[in-house]
């Protein structure tokens, strides 16, 4: 269930979340924060609120880390606090702009005059407010599918340990050795975030189309060299979306407002029956592990 809707929905990907994190981090890294104000607990605080607050509370925070598409505020003395953007999750600054953070239909529910001027809703989960002057900072969530908890220093969550290397860092070698007598497609093998965390569908598909391997080929079968060019692939893409500031999905907004770009360059991805760009073979679509699944017959082997 839980899949599908995300799938169907497009929820904010590696990309658009370390484009949340690079935007963020100036307004948040070096801050104390003197309070934070939450809605009610629910499923979305794996940490109670009010447990929560008294973690946080008077504590700096020391740098703004990103582990697959979960952004990690270090804070003073080590401990960790975590946030998931869900689906519809939004993290920024209050002000002017900030408003513009928000997607194109919260963007239409607001009055005019409210545009200028972000009020805590309810859907505002967190509101920090920090020593001294600079902005407030909000994470807003409409659906409500994002998390939020903190991990003491020194210890570690069910939710990160789970994690493999995040997918920016991934090696030819790594993804090598994971593949080995592994009898699941390759697809599904890039998807598993317990090898890769932060790897989407429409990277797993844009990597293998670079690469020119079939999304169905058995994970063993894949030579190092072609894991080399998936690797390859699958930096780049990432790399790209993250400098156009992420993929331009449904509902997500740049932290600056601009809509991003990606989805003009994307040669797989969504493009079931149209020409491949390379050969013009028309792009086919099949399903693999319940995900769609895009590639050229020709190009890919
Ligand atoms: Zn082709």
């Known amino acids: 269930m839980r899949r599908g809707m995300a799938s169907r929905c497009n929820v904010p990907e590696l990309p658009e979340v370390e484009v949340t994190r690079r935007r963020i981090a100036p307004y948040l890294v070096g801050r104390r924060i003197s309070s934070l104000h939450t809605t009610a607990d629910s499923y979305f605080f794996l940490t109670p609120p009010k447990r929560l607050r008294g973690c946080v509370e008077g504590q700096r925070v020391q740098h703004l880390d990103r582990l697959g598409k979960y952004l990690i505020a270090v804070l003073e003395g080590d401990g960790r606090l975590v946030i998931h953007l869900g689906m519809t999750g939004q993290l920024f600054a209050a002000g002017a702009a900030s408003v513009r ?8 529910s607001l009055a005019p ?13 967190l509101h920090f407010v920090f020593d ?3 902005p407030d900072i909000y994470l807003r969530d409409v659906r409500k599918f994002g998390k939020v908890l903190f991990v003491p220093a020194g210890q570690n969550h069910p939710r990160l340990e789970k994690l493999g290397v995040d997918a920016l860092a991934v090696t030819p070698e790594l993804l090598f050795s994971a593949t080995r007598k592994r009898i699941v497609p390759i697809k599904s093998l890039l998807l598993d975030q317990s090898i890769l965390a932060g790897v989407g569908n429409i990277y797993a598909d844009e990597s293998l189309f670079l690469a020119g391997v079939r999304p169905a080929r058995r994970a063993s079968r ?7 060019r998936i690797a390859d692939g699958l930096c780049r893409v990432l790399g790209r979306s ?3 500031g992420g993929s331009s999905i449904s509902d997500y ?3 600056d407002g601009q809509d991003g770009s990606y ?3 994307r040669r797989v991805y969504a493009r079931s029956g149209e020409p491949c760009r390379v050969c013009g073979t028309p792009i086919r679509k099949i399903v693999i592990g319940q ?5 050229c017959r020709t190009c890919q082997r």
């Open 101 to 108: 953070l928000l997607s194109a239909t919260a963007r239409a």
């Open 113 to 125: 005059d409210e545009q200028a001027d972000f009020q805590p809703d309810d859907h505002t989960h």
């Open 132 to 134: 001294g002057d600079g």
């Open 222 to 228: 894949v030579t190092r060299r072609e894991c080399a």
């Open 242 to 244: 993250i400098e156009t």
């Open 253 to 255: 907004v740049a932290p």
């Open 263 to 265: 989805q003009d360059e």
């Open 291 to 295: 995900r769609g699944t895009h590639f």
